[in-house]
């Protein structure tokens, strides 16, 4: 695993809940870990070892995935509503 300052770190959980983070720091030799990660559901920072679930993702990443999500939603809100 590679990272950079400004990746985002999402991490799953066993029961399937992911949570975000932004890599703040990356202290590991080449961009590997341990990363210092902010993350995004109570602005908390930690050092972090990725486990085996874990990805990161550029910013475009990021931002393809979220956008591929909100279409995926509006498109069954379409198909529940017919509008």
């Keep these: ?4 300052p400004g990746d985002w770190l999402l991490d799953t959980d066993r029961a ?4 975000q983070g ?5 202290h590991g030799r080449d961009g590997g870990p341990p990363y ?5 559901e109570d602005d908390h920072r930690t050092l972090v070892f990725p486990g085996p679930r874990a ?7 990021l931002d393809s ?3 591929e999500t909100t279409e995926r939603v509006l498109r069954a ?3 529940i509503t017919g509008r």
């Design 36 to 40: 210092l990660v902010r993350w995004t």
């Design 1 to 4: 695993m590679r990272a950079q």
């Design 77 to 79: 809100q379409t198909d």
């Design 55 to 61: 990805r990161v993702l550029t910013p475009t990443e």
């Design 65 to 67: 995935r979220d956008a």
């Design 16 to 19: 399937g809940h992911t949570r």
């Design 22 to 26: 932004l890599v703040e720091e990356v």
